[in-house]
């Protein structure tokens, strides 16, 4: 366990529907992440959230629409989704964002595989 | 040039020997480097990071840092088949602010 849980862990859904995905950490970190996994593709940066401001947008469609209430909760609101966007959605925490030397040390929940039928 | 390279593999490596695996960067500017280990199914679990060039142990694990030819490695020594996992090297872009991930090394310990 690294102090970051996700739910749910699996998630289907059809493409006119709309769920979203919740993360929380349990570390006292100031820093929030979502991260995709796709087969055979490195991890994409979607959005940083640091002091419950959004600091990173990583040019992700509107279908998927972030929501931060606190340092400890992050949400990922998903609506009219594709096909091509299932995928593994991974939630990070780190200490802080923007400061090298350890501080950006971040620590995965267990993601939420996603499948858009 | 990706910003971030290692080789897919997989790398095959018997139990007992020493598995060593490479990343290389483009941002000369980076100052942060860490693996992390994924196990099939499973999310990305950090196990070392790095911050100064030469070499860092923990335990059966040693990071090894060369920023003058930007390029990081990890070594696993007396490998056992529970290391066997996906390996991802990320390095912190400097300016970027964020962390950039390789797209991993598969790694097999036979028996």
């Known amino acids: 366990e690294t102090g970051v849980t996700q739910t749910p862990r699996h998630l289907v859904m059809g493409m006119t529907n709309k769920k979203s995905l919740k993360c929380e950490q349990h570390l006292g970190h100031n820093a929030m992440y979502w991260y995709k996994q796709s087969a055979k593709k490195p991890l994409e940066l979607m959005f940083v959230y640091s002091l419950e401001e959004r600091v990173e947008n990583n040019s992700v469609p509107s279908r998927f629409s972030p929501e931060c209430p606190n340092s400890s909760h992050l949400f990922l609101h998903l609506h009219t989704l594709q096909p091509e966007d299932s995928a593994l959605y991974l939630c990070?925490?780190?200490?802080?964002?923007?400061?090298?030397?350890?501080?950006?040390?971040?620590?995965f929940g267990p993601g939420t595989r996603l499948t858009v039928l | 040039q990706k910003e971030v390279e290692q080789n897919s593999g997989p790398l095959s490596v018997p139990e007992g020997a020493i598995a060593s695996l490479n990343c290389t960067y483009s941002d000369r500017g980076s100052q942060s480097f860490f693996w992390y280990r994924q196990y099939s199914g499973k999310s990305p679990e950090l196990i070392m990071s790095?911050?100064?060039?030469g070499d860092k142990e923990d335990g059966r694990f040693t990071a090894q840092l060369n920023k003058a030819s930007q390029y990081v490695s990890l070594l696993i020594r007396d490998s056992q088949p529970s290391d066997s996992a996906t390996y991802l090297c990320?390095?912190?872009?400097?300016?970027?602010?964020?962390?950039?991930f390789g797209q991993g090394t598969r790694l097999t310990i036979n028996p």
């Open positions: 790095i911050y100064s060039n």
């Open positions: 990320a390095v912190e872009i400097q300016g970027a602010q964020k962390l950039v």
């Open positions: 990070a925490s780190s200490l802080a964002w923007g400061l090298a030397g350890g501080k950006h040390e971040q620590f």
